[in-house]
Each structure stands twice: as C-alpha cells, then as structure tokens.
C-alpha cells in the first residue's frame, strides 16, 4: 500500500510570502496548499487532507488567531503554527496559551529552522492522527459526555460577570452546596494557606483562598462527587481522591520553588494536580470492565497504568480527561496538565505548571501518599526533574510540608 503524503497548508495574504515559501520548499516530500485568506484557507480544509496549517497573524478580515481557532475546533487532530513578526503581540501569547497554536515560527524565518519546525510539526500530527482516531472511537462510544458538575456551573456563571457581583453574593452561592461549604473552610483553615486565625464564614475562606483556588476546589470536589463509585479491584477512590490532593499540594509548593513564578502559578498547579487523573475517574465510571482489566494488566505484567491503557484501550486518561476538560472548556492550562502531565516535554503551553504537575505526579507515590493505581512508581522525566533542583534537604521539607497540609 502506497504511503500516504502529509500536507501543509500555508496561510498569508502577502503573495511573496506564499511564494517564496512555494519556491524554498518545492523538492520538500509533502503536499502543499496555499492561501491568502483565512477563508480560502477553510475551503481547502473542506476539500484536502491537511496534517498541518502554517498561517500568517495579521491578515484583513479573519486574521490568524480567529482562522487557527476555527481549524482547532472543526480539525483537532492538525497540528497548528502562528507565522509571525509579533512575537510579543499579546493577542498572540494568548492564542499560544489557550492552545490555538501550539508554535510560533518568527517572520522573517531562518530557512533551515523553517524546514526543521515543519518536519517536527509533521512528526507530531502523524502521533496525533493515530492518537486521535483510537481515541475518538472511545469518545464516540459514551452515549453522552457527563456533563459539567452543577454547582460548578452556577458557580462559573457569577464568576464570569465578576466586575457586577459581590464576594456577598459568592459566598451565598457557595453555602447553598454543604458539602464544599465544609471543604472551602477545611482548607482555607490548612496551613497550605498559612492561617493563624480560624476561619468560620465562607466569605472569610473565598477571601482567604482566591477565587482561582475556590473555582479549582468546587470543580474538583463536584467531579469528585458526581463519579458514581463503581469498584474497581485495586483502585480505592478515597486513596486515589489523596493522591489528587497530595499531587495538587505539591505541584503548588514546587512552583513556589521556581524563580519568577506568580501566586497565580502556584494556585493554578494546585488546582490542575488536584484534576490531572480526572480521565481515569471517566474510566472507572463509564468503562469500567476496560478500566479492571488495565489495572489487572498492569499488575501482572508490572508496567504502568498508561501502558496498559494503551494496551487495552487504544487510548489513555491523559487523553480522556483532556478531551473531558476541553468539552468542558475549562481553563486551558487545566486542560493542557491533564492532558500532557505524563509527557510534559510534549506541550508548549503552561510549561511550569505541567513540570510541577509531572514532577509532584511521581513524587507523591514515592511518599507513598494515597494511591494512582499504579503499582510501580513512573519515573519522571529528567529534565524537566532537574529544573527543580530537588535535594534531599528540600525533599525532605517538601514531604513534610504536604503531610502538614493534607486536610
Ligand atoms: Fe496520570
Ligand atoms: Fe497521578
């Protein structure tokens, strides 16, 4: 059977542009399109192939940002690239970190970086093809996706209009659920957030947490809630609810470890470790025969759960949750650690917040605080582990830290 070629799709209203690139790239072995709108760009989608778009920024009518956008939510599987001179613009740092790209080539280009990038790129949406069929099959087996939890969503919807409410009006839409009432003053009472006053009202915890750390808190504690529990033989939900909260603890002192790191980081690792296995409580729930076999697997030939979710199911909860996550449009650097936690090297958003993820990911199972499922201990990868500068000493108060404030 022939191979069949991959094929870029170049985006830019400037002819010379298109053309030069026609003329560097012309013995290069893919296809190639060009356009010199984002409309045009669309119809070629409707018409070819494509496995990669390279695409101008600022271009009349749909500019770059809106036209990749698009690409993202009709073809996620192609992998996408911003040509650009405005490296700084801040619409396009945005763009990057919500995902509507996933790299920025500067302009003008280095023809051999260029050539480069796009045999990577390539590289890339060949793994994502594959990736993504086995698990769009999955996807598509769920009558339904489960919907986003309630009190979350009512939740959102104040947050959303925050300039016209009031932390009043939050804190009385909090109380309405008892349940994270109870766990927002748990936890605005745990040295993680280094009161020395005991906190009672709920408005006191949501003005001692932030809202990012109570947005986090609701959303996890309602996804928590709402997996029915199904067993599943060696995996215990109350263990695996401490390895979530244990990675989430550690993932924000990590971040606090890192230089140039905002308390917006540090809140932002916390509430993307408390979720970075939502896509194994998706698995327990709704494929939980797969999911026992998984974990049967992987216990009997001692390899790693994700392993043996490649084995069984074609895909993983990395990529379950992350779909899960994205459905639900969440932030999307909760999105990007759920779905990269396990190869954040992969990913070029949200860097920091993924290598504390990844790195608190292995860390609590070595401190042996709840369970993932696993049954050996992944390695992290070196890197991104080194990046930390873990000594012993500073392990050592890690651990002792977390222990302090598991609540
Ligand atoms: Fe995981
Ligand atoms: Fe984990």
Redesign the pocket.
Known sequence: MAIEQQAVLFVDDEQNVLNSLKRLLHDEPWDMFFADSGVKGLEVFGKEKIDLVISDVRMPGMDGIEFLKRVKQLYPHVVRIFLSGYADHKAVVQALAEGSAQQLLPKPWKDEELKEVIRGALKQAEGLQNKNERLQKIINSLTALPSMPHTYLKVKKCLADIDNVSIDQIADLIEEDTSISAELLRWANSALFGQRYQVDTVKRAVLVLGLDIVEGLILSESVFRSVAPKAAEGFDLKTFQTHSIACGITAKLLISELPYMEPKDEDWAFTSGLL??IG?LIEVRYFNEAFNKILITAREKNISI?KAEYEILGTT??EIGGYLADWWSLPSFIVNAIRW??EPALCNANREIIAAVHVA?VLVQQFALGS?GNYSIPEADTEIWARFNLTEELLASIKESVLQSMV
Do not use: G, M, V
């Open positions: 970075h296995d194994k994700l909860h990395e936690h396990h990911d993932s």
